[in-house]
DNA sequence: GAGTGGTCTAGACCACTCC
DNA sequence: GAGTGGTCTAGACCACTCT
């Protein structure tokens, strides 16, 4: 069935989302178009309803599709920005493949910034920002080390929110 | 059943998604201490797994628990004190501000780790690292410059899922 | 009314974690 | 092993939207 397979590692689930998110990144459903209807699609991949609405929802939770009530499920406009915001969702990377992230701040301090910092924050050399160091963590693992330049007056806002 | 009304005109798993969460904010079930399991819902509550497994999902998504497989369902800690430690997501900080997140990916590069570096993520300096450097947006506007260091073997299967 | 998704049940078998 | 959640099925009935 469409290149479904029950033996598999990934969730049947998982093989739908990838076969209708490939088909929507490809064109095949344009943008402001149609998914086709539960029904069709339990057909067309032989799988239970159940695992068609899990599909959705994930598809839905990526910002591929969204539901309209008694309308159907339609595809949406692409978002520039998603293509890296999946990039930066550690917390999303790790859950879906099945680790617990967390984070832990080494250090929030005030620096001059450096040039490299300074042209890609629209500052000038030397300017005040807010650097933060952070280890992220997968299951209590370390996997990232990361270094933030935050331009100073958006920094604070976020200490403060913060606290 | 535990004040869960079969003809409410709320469905049953927000009926139960709603007396979890106010137990969770009273204080009975405190942070990091496990909910009940599944099994026990459905028998406190008197509805069907799918309905407790629907709840659950929901809580996740508000970001009161977390599941740890094969151990169970536990509360996390409040939000605010989340927000740094927890879900550094950038993402859900800027959308919580009513902000569009971006991100643009500058430079991906494998590089030997620095002293600081290897020491977080328990390598041995000069191993090879993966080097990105990333811009972060707020409605187009440049917020942030990041550079994170991924141990090897994760930051290339983090590029291979990117499809 | 016909078509869509929304909610719900009662089962089943599997994978992971801890002992 | 026992306990946890993860996946999946095959049904059922309901609420919404359009015509």
Redesign the interface.
């Given at each position: 069935m469409e290149g479904i397979d029950p033996d598999s590692a990934l969730p049947l689930y998982a093989q739908v989302e990838a076969a209708l998110a490939t088909s929507i990144c490809d064109g095949k459903f344009a943008p402001g178009s149609p998914l086709p209807n539960e029904t069709a699609l339990i057909q067309q991949y032989g799988v239970s309803r159940t695992t068609i609405r899990q599909t959705i929802q994930n598809l839905i939770r990526r910002g591929l599709v969204e539901i309209r009530r008694g309308k159907g499920t339609f595809v949406l406009e692409p978002?520039?920005?998603q293509?890296?915001?999946?990039?930066?969702?550690?917390?999303e990377?790790m859950r879906v493949l099945?680790h617990?992230p967390?984070?832990?701040?080494?250090d929030r301090s005030v620096v001059p910034c450096s040039e490299?910092?300074a042209r890609?924050?629209?500052l000038a050399t030397g300017v005040k920002v807010v650097r933060i160091h952070?280890?992220?963590l997968a299951n209590d693992v370390?996997?990232?080390?990361?270094?933030?330049?935050?331009?100073r007056e958006?920094g604070e806002k976020?200490i403060e929110?913060?606290?």
């Open positions: 978002k520039i920005t293509e890296f915001t999946e990039l930066s969702g550690f917390v990377d099945g617990r967390s984070a832990r701040v080494l490299t910092v890609h924050l629209g952070r280890v992220r370390p996997i990232s080390f990361d270094e933030t330049y935050l331009a958006i976020v929110n913060d606290l």
